[in-house]
């Protein structure tokens, strides 16, 4: 299969840096344990917050360090080497290539989310788990639910970085906007603050946005608070959110083909 | 010449800056959410976390602004420009802050002072209050400056460990943004004596809100803040001649 030669490439190419990845690992632990004693804290005063103990709010913590590079919070993957080849024009050579552009990108981006899950993932949760009391899925449809739970949260991110990534089209430079995207998404995801103790109505809102998948639906999945048939409908909403969101890049690059002149000769 | 270059996309440019505004901002909220749950944390009110959070946001924004692109140095080893820097008759630390020198990140001071702002409203000032104010906001800025220059000399000898730094710098700002009683006492010893970050606010804050250390550590502490920004400048400049001299051009 194309798709997956292109994913395993992807792969690939992450994993040349390792050095890169240990700095990374070490931050990710850094950032890790500063949360957790600021949640911690949190949670000794309301030990009910949400409807998460002090255990939960830790291993949300160490979930979401692990998965702040596999989902690209902060923006970044497949979609920055996107913008940057609109910028030169290269996106011309990508358009005639045989093979739909989104799919192209997104098998590249799995790829490097697969890297970043084993390696910025799992490394920092052990260090967690030997500092930590950090709770494990605690059913096995649960951990197959998370696992689904984050591929749909890739897919999302990566809609929403392709449409950022887009913008170049015809602003020629993504770098604000990616920055501005990168903010929303730290904010709405519930990487800053979990979503479940958002005051309300703000609390509703963001749970329905598509920033949710990124964090705290596969959270909530790991931490057994949605279990059963609230899986299920966790993951109904990420597949509706990646489909709307997925259609909208096909529709958007659809219309930069026809209207933008690709920059060059 | 890297001020004007940032205005060439003009739109990018308004968005980064309205940006790193928002994103510090909405760092903000994401705090004072957590006072929607709960009245203090570890013993400390709003206002007094938005005091620390203020000057510890002043500290590594006036640090980032002046050498902030030495993050970069691993990219000029890398791509063989420190060569060419080498030759220049200017010194080279200068010349990597003026590289890419980005108007933008007054965004993220901006917001900080606005903060601060709100936090100063914990204080009962006095004259030597207001004094030791000025003197905080520069040891701070002077330690973070020195963070960003130390942490950053380890690229001298491996070029992709830009990572690495950041939990110092960006780690040691989110740390200050909490007050310490949040940590255990062996976190507080190690970011004391150690990784002196406690030095950019928490000490000399301790003193404007007039609250005993939690910890029990002298009040004198307070004013040991200008002589850990001499001390841990002292540091990043030796790790910097260090890293220098070890350079050796990667060749061709």
């Keep these: 299969m194309l798709y997956v030669a292109v994913a395993v490439r992807s792969f690939r190419r992450y994993s040349t840096y390792r050095t890169a990845t240990l700095a990374g690992v070490f931050t990710n632990s850094v950032f890790g344990v500063i949360y957790s004693y600021a949640y911690l804290a949190l949670w000794h005063q309301r030990p009910d917050a ?44 990508d358009l005639y290539r045989p093979v739909g552009l989104v799919g192209w990108y997104l098998a590249g981006d799995l790829g490097r989310a697969a890297y970043h899950v084993l390696a910025r993932g799992v490394l920092p949760t052990v260090f967690g788990l030997v500092l930590f009391d950090i709770a494990l899925p605690p059913t096995l449809a649960a951990g197959l639910g998370f696992a ?17 990534a887009s913008t170049a089209f ?26 479940v103790i958002f005051p309300e109505p703000l609390r509703s809102i963001a749970l329905a946005l598509p920033w949710a998948s990124y964090l705290q639906t596969p959270a909530d999945i790991w931490l057994g608070h949605r279990a059963g048939g609230a899986i299920l409908d966790g993951l109904l909403v990420q597949v509706v959110w990646a489909a709307v969101l997925l259609g909208a890049c096909q529709l958007v690059l659809g219309a930069a083909t026809r209207k933008v002149v690709v920059q060059g000769g | 010449m890297w001020v004007r270059s940032s205005l060439a996309y003009p739109v990018s440019f308004w968005m980064l800056t309205v940006g790193s505004f928002l994103v510090t901002l909405l760092d903000f909220v994401g705090l004072a959410l957590m006072f929607h749950t709960i009245p203090t944390l570890g013993g400390f009110g709003l206002r007094e976390v938005a005091l620390l959070y203020g000057v510890s946001g002043i500290g590594i924004g006036v640090g980032d602004l ?29 010349q990597i802050c003026a590289d890419r020198f980005a108007l933008r990140r007054l965004g993220r001071i901006s917001q900080a002072v606005v903060v601060l702002g709100y936090g100063v409203g914990a204080v009962d000032w006095t004259a030597p209050k207001v004094a030791l104010t000025a003197v905080m906001l520069v040891s701070a800025s002077a330690i973070f400056f020195s963070f960003f220059v130390a942490f950053s000399c380890i690229q001298f000898w491996t070029v992709d460990s830009t990572e690495f730094a950041n939990a110092f710098t960006y780690g040691g700002n989110t740390m200050t943004q909490y007050p310490m009683t949040i940590f255990p006492r062996e976190v507080l010893k190690g970011l004391t004596f150690v990784v002196p970050v406690a030095f950019v606010n928490w000490y ?11 910890f029990g550590l002298p009040a004198w502490f307070a004013v040991l803040s200008p002589v850990v920004a001499v001390l841990t400048a002292t540091v990043a400049a030796l790790a910097w001649r260090t890293g220098v001299r070890h350079y050796t051009s990667t060749g061709s």
């Excluded at chain 1, 160490?62 to 996106?91: C, K, N, P």
């Excluded at chain 1, 015809?170 to 979503?195: E, H, K, N, Y």
Aim: glycine share 10%; hydrophobic share 50%.
């Design chain 2, 204 to 214: 000399l804050c301790l003193y404007l809100l007039d609250r005993p250390d939690p």
């Design chain 1, 50 to 93: 949400g409807g998460y103990d002090a255990t939960d709010a830790v291993t949300y913590v160490w979930l979401g360090q692990a998965l702040l590079m596999t989902v690209a919070l902060w923006g970044g993957g497949t979609t920055d080497d996107l913008a940057e080849r609109i910028r030169t024009g290269d996106v011309a050579i």
């Design chain 1, 148 to 164: 689904v739970s984050l591929v749909l949260a890739v897919v999302t991110s990566f809609a929403m970085r392709f449409l950022v």
């Design chain 1, 170 to 195: 015809w602003l020629l430079d993504q770098t604000g906007l990616r920055t501005l995207s990168g903010v929303l998404a730290i904010f709405l995801s519930g990487m800053m603050l979990p979503l």
């Design chain 2, 66 to 94: 002046l050498i902030g692109s030495v993050e970069q140095v691993g990219l000029h080893v890398r791509t063989g420009t420190l060569d060419a820097m080498l030759t220049r008759p200017v010194p080279l630390i200068v």
